[in-house]
């Protein structure tokens, strides 16, 4: 019999540390962590307050890459949820759902009942959060096509799913968006036909008068802004052109050629005060960006979806490094079929890539003196190939090679099919839906009198993101569990709960044992008699 019981509906935290008001809830928190001074250890707290706003304001999402196969396919899922469609496959009748999202897929564990079960609720269930259904979706692409075209070119949906959300799509036209070619594979060209014209600071204008526009038509109390289109090739950070914020919109003026596409948007976002998040593993945030983000108080976050193999890869290097395995050699192969394929079939936008996918087991093999010394790393190797026949049934391959005990060598191989669009979806659901709590969410430290947001680079959305950016001195954490633990602690702060600490005291001594199993009895007798 399991051991688990599941809270489904709302639930209220009784305690004097939590207060809910109309408006939001404030919680009072200490934050125990331990700090090392040489070989000295020293417990550390800090007393603080969050205050979390309940209300969630009507939002809507602006997506760069619209009618791509991850703009379309998000689309189409929220329709498809909010209208709870059904749709016949060759295994049966198929629901929709949200699977594949961590916030609205995945339970926390939450307490423990009286007779010492884990009682887990969705993590949907801890905070007053945005649901997808509740969304407004718009966005730009470079291509012209309706959403409904789009995706039936993309082929990532059921037949008759399709069928059945083609009317709800064929009226959504990606508005015209910014077209750099020298950014992007040449064998873009060909689906360049809705495009903007003008110098780069006509083309920055308009995005901000179109953010503009979908925010007043649809009477929305914010817009979010995410970017799903091309990868692009990195960008040479120079001086004097976009080393600072006043250089970069200084050159976006001057229509500076180490501007990208990427780059022009994010600087739109965050002068029309929307929170913007790179999907793509090219480096959007140049410094210029970090720092007017930073001036303009505007969250950022990126980059790089972390979907299938990478997601993959920071759990298993995370494994084998914590039960004292050295992994020292990484070889990952992908191939796939979808437009992304192709983008990334140029040497330059690989390269992107690449650098996003390799940076992933730093810090857990850092984390680990015993068996890597200073600056050693396992070989790692990353290679993708376009193969159309696939779409977007991407296949990776893996093989990890590790010493063990006395000498020995042990090799993990796994291959793993990612329908790589039904795996990207949900992530942006969960960025958009974590970047906006992050909006509504304050802390106050003890002896303050101002409350306090979260650093305009938004680290905590990393456990969607292969190549996480942090704040300047921050650490870089690619660690999965690590991330979501980061994730979820911070919704008990929110609430004034302690970290769930996994010790279960309650289950390894006689004495409490006994406890439970006093407060269990009663139960039991009535079980017996009814």
């Known amino acids: 019999m399991s051991s688990c019981k599941n809270l489904e509906g709302k639930f209220t935290v009784e305690s004097d540390s939590c207060k809910y008001t109309d408006d939001a809830i404030i919680a009072d928190y200490s934050y125990d962590t331990t700090m090392v001074e040489g070989n000295v250890v020293k417990p550390s707290s800090l007393k603080m307050q969050f205050k979390t706003e309940r209300k969630v304001g009507k939002t809507g999402v602006m997506l760069v890459g619209l009618g791509?196969?991850?703009?379309?396919?998000?689309?189409?899922?929220?329709?498809?949820?909010?209208?709870?469609?059904?749709?016949?496959?060759?295994?049966?009748?198929?629901?929709?759902?949200?699977?594949g999202s961590l916030l609205l897929s995945s339970t926390v564990k939450l307490g423990n009942d009286r007779m010492g079960n884990s009682v887990y609720t969705p993590m949907s269930n801890m905070l007053p959060l945005l649901n997808?259904?509740?969304?407004?979706?718009?966005?730009?692409?470079?291509?012209?096509?309706?959403?409904?075209?789009?995706?039936?070119?993309?082929?990532v949906l059921d037949y008759d799913l399709q069928t059945k959300l083609y009317p709800h799509m064929k009226d959504i036209v990606p508005l015209?968006?910014?077209?750099?070619?020298?950014?992007?594979?040449?064998?873009?060209?060909?689906?360049?036909?809705?495009?903007?014209?003008g110098t780069k600071q006509e083309q920055m204008e308009q995005i901000r008068k179109d953010i503009r526009e979908f925010k007043e038509e649809n009477g929305l109390d914010q817009v979010m802004l995410l970017w799903t289109a091309n990868t692009?090739?990195?960008?040479?950070?120079?001086?004097?052109?976009?080393?600072?914020?006043?250089?970069?919109?200084?050159?976006?003026?001057?229509?500076?050629?180490?501007?990208?596409?990427?780059?022009?948007?994010?600087?739109?976002?965050?002068?029309?005060?929307?929170?913007?998040?790179?999907?793509?593993?090219?480096?959007?945030?140049?410094?210029?960006?970090?720092?007017l983000a930073r001036q303009k108080k505007v969250f950022i976050a990126g980059d790089d979806f972390k979907s299938g193999q990478t997601k993959m890869k920071s759990v298993m290097v995370d494994f084998l490094v914590s039960a004292g395995i050295k992994p020292v050699s990484i070889v990952s192969y992908n191939h796939l079929g979808n437009?992304?394929?192709?983008?990334?079939?140029?040497?330059?936008?690989?390269?992107?890539?690449?650098?996003?996918?390799?940076?992933?087991?730093?810090?857990?093999?850092?984390?680990?003196?015993?068996?890597?010394?200073?600056?050693e790393h396992p070989d790692h190797v990353v290679v993708i190939k376009y193969v159309?026949?696939?779409?977007?049934?991407?296949?990776?391959?893996d093989e990890y090679t590790s010493e063990i005990f006395m000498g020995g060598k042990n090799t993990i191989v796994m291959h793993n099919t990612c329908e790589d669009s039904l795996l990207a979806t949900p992530l942006i659901y969960d960025l958009v839906i974590l970047g906006e709590l992050c909006q509504r969410v304050q802390v106050r430290k003890e002896g303050e009198t101002e409350w306090e947001s979260f650093h305009p680079v938004l680290s905590l959305l990393s456990y969607m993101l292969k190549a996480p950016m942090v704040p300047n001195g921050a650490p870089v954490v690619n660690a999965l569990f690590t991330q979501r633990c980061a994730i979820v602690n911070l919704m008990r702060a929110c609430l004034g709960l302690s970290p769930d600490n996994h010790m279960t005291l309650e289950h390894r001594f006689e004495s409490t044992l006994a406890a439970l199993s006093s407060d269990s009895e009663p139960a039991n007798k009535k079980m017996r008699h009814s």
């Open 68 to 99: 791509g196969n991850n703009g379309c396919t998000c689309v189409a899922g929220a329709i498809a949820n909010k209208l709870g469609l059904t749709w016949e496959t060759k295994e049966g009748t198929q629901k929709s759902n949200y699977w």
């Open 132 to 155: 997808p259904n509740d969304i407004v979706w718009g966005g730009w692409d470079i291509n012209s096509t309706n959403l409904g075209d789009a995706m039936k070119r993309s082929k």
């Open 176 to 197: 015209p968006s910014i077209y750099f070619p020298d950014f992007i594979a040449a064998n873009q060209g060909e689906r360049a036909d809705n495009v903007l014209n």
């Open 232 to 291: 692009e090739r990195f960008s040479e950070v120079e001086e004097g052109v976009n080393d600072n914020a006043e250089n970069i919109l200084s050159s976006i003026e001057m229509g500076e050629a180490e501007v990208s596409a990427s780059t022009v948007f994010a600087v739109a976002s965050i002068l029309e005060g929307c929170t913007f998040i790179n999907g793509s593993p090219q480096n959007t945030f140049v410094p210029g960006v970090v720092e």
């Open 339 to 375: 437009n992304d394929g192709k983008n990334l079939s140029a040497p330059s936008q690989f390269r992107s890539k690449e650098i996003s996918k390799s940076n992933v087991v730093d810090d857990m093999v850092a984390s680990n003196r015993i068996l890597f010394e200073e600056d």
């Open 388 to 397: 159309p026949y696939v779409a977007d049934s991407k296949r990776a391959m």
